[in-house]
Nanobody, 115 residues
Framework: QVQLVESGGGLVQAGGSLRLSCAAS????????MGWYRQAPGKQRELVAG???????NYADSVKGRFTISRDNAKKTVYLQMNSLKPEDTAVYFC?????????WGQGTQVTVSS
């Protein structure tokens, strides 16, 4: 069983920055594809950014150029650096770990961007 613990959310003004962290338990972190998703009230959960076990990244069009996903396998942690935040980025952000047949979610962290 893998546990994911997110941190770093909060309230920030538009144009500001936040860095989210997701710490994973277990010994196979380096083999997992990791992702950050978000869910705003009344909307479906959507992929924000993903990073493969090999370090390849992909981003939602809405965050390209503003958000950066990275991972530190030694610390079993994935990060999401969020710059130039907009009110529409307000959501609960969830960390996801995909080990192929097994998929795990964190509990989520709230990000609120005020205008």
């Amino acid at each position: 069983q893998v546990q994911l613990v997110e941190s770093g959310g909060g309230l920030v003004q538009a144009g500001g920055s936040l860095r989210l962290s997701c710490a994973a338990s277990g010994s196979l972190f380096s083999f997992a594809a990791m992702g950050w998703y978000r869910q705003a009230p009344g909307k479906q959960r959507e992929l924000v950014a993903g990073i493969s076990s090999g370090g390849s990244t992909n981003y939602a069009d809405s965050v390209k150029g503003r958000f950066t996903i990275s991972r530190d396998n030694a610390k079993k942690t994935v990060y999401l650096q969020m710059n130039s935040l907009k009110p529409e980025d307000t959501a609960v952000y969830f960390c996801n770990a995909n080990y192929g047949r097994q998929n795990y979610w964190g509990q989520g962290t709230q990000v609120t961007v005020s205008s």
